[in-house]
């Protein structure tokens, strides 16, 4: 079995932040079809029934669980994979899928924006991930993707903070989905590779590792041992943004959990490499449309 570093993982899962995650019910009878576009990044619960993709799901792994004592055991054959009740399916959109039905199947379909585009993340992940037996794995998190897709829609007149409700709910289950998958044994040898390539792998690990260091062109150049042209023409070609950009996003980041955790605005600034609070609060508010003070003050999802 594949095991995946925690701290590489807990770093990929911190990088993720939606702008939106919608959830609704499709109900589908037996051979109808379920369309999934390209481009759009869409998470499947299955509430009821049974589906399989097309093209097939063959991830190449399945998670075979046993729900009486909860064993997980890993099945490396690669037949289709059909998803049944209590299964998960997580599509970035790299393709087109569609989910055909196999019998009558209620389905919890959360479309998923990510709130900037996050290229590094996408490299990280494959272009689909099945995780079956997800309700026994991640309970919690299924119960909570369950109440997503209501049954019938609310006649409630929508209230001011439903789609940051929605967001949070949204991301808890994303994040639960992906670890449930990595750290039972799906993820591939040495994943994640962030840029799937080495040099910057290099870089990219000694941005996470210290973020809040004086972190120049010249000097992340010179951890990929290239030149600054050179490095700095490769890393946007690859990660899809400057590397300036890259550790701005990385702060923030860890800003948001610095913040979630009870460290004070003016502690945060300090130890991410901000010569003011007042610099630090624009570069938050540009990448989370919040000041610092209201993100701490949000509740953290479980």
């Known amino acids: 079995m594949v095991t995946v570093d925690p701290e590489a993982l807990s770093q990929v899962l911190g990088a993720i932040d939606l702008r939106v995650g919608v959830g609704r019910r499709e109900h589908l009878n037996e051979n109808s079809l379920l369309a ?147 750290e039972n044994g799906c993820a591939p040898e040495g994943w994640p590779h962030v840029s799937k390539d080495p040099f910057l792998d290099r870089v990219i690990e000694a941005i996470h590792e210290a973020p809040g260091r004086e972190w120049t062109v010249e000097r992340l150049a010179g951890v990929g041992a290239m030149s600054r042209s050179a490095f700095a023409e490769r890393f946007r070609s690859t990660v899809g943004r400057s590397p300036a950009d890259y550790v701005t996003e990385v702060r923030i980041d860890a800003a948001k959990r610095m913040l979630e955790a009870g460290r004070s605005v003016s502690e945060t600034s300090r130890e991410l490499g901000y010569a003011s609070d007042e610099g630090f609060s624009r570069a938050f508010r540009r990448r989370t449309g919040m000041n610092p003070s209201a993100w701490r003050r949000l509740p953290v999802p479980a």
Not at 143 to 160: C, D, I, K, Y
């Open 36 to 182: 999934l576009a390209p481009g759009d990044a869409v998470l499947v619960y299955v509430a009821e029934g049974a589906v399989r993709g097309i093209p097939p799901l063959d991830s190449g792994c399945r998670l075979d669980v046993d729900r009486e004592s909860h064993r997980v055991e890993v099945d490396a054959r690669t037949s289709p994979a059909t998803l049944r009740t209590g299964d998960a399916f997580l599509t970035l959109g790299d393709g087109a899928v569609a989910l055909e039905a196999q019998e009558a199947t209620s389905l919890i379909v959360v479309a998923l924006e990510l709130a900037a585009p996050a290229p590094a993340v996408s490299a990280a992940l494959p272009g689909y991930i099945t995780v079956t037996g997800f309700d026994v794995l991640e309970p919690a998190a299924a119960a909570l993707v369950e109440s997503m897709g209501p049954v019938a829609p609310s006649t409630r007149p929508a209230r001011q903070s439903d789609p940051l409700i929605c967001r949070l709910m949204a991301t808890t289950v994303l994040l639960s989905v992906i670890r449930a998958w990595a």
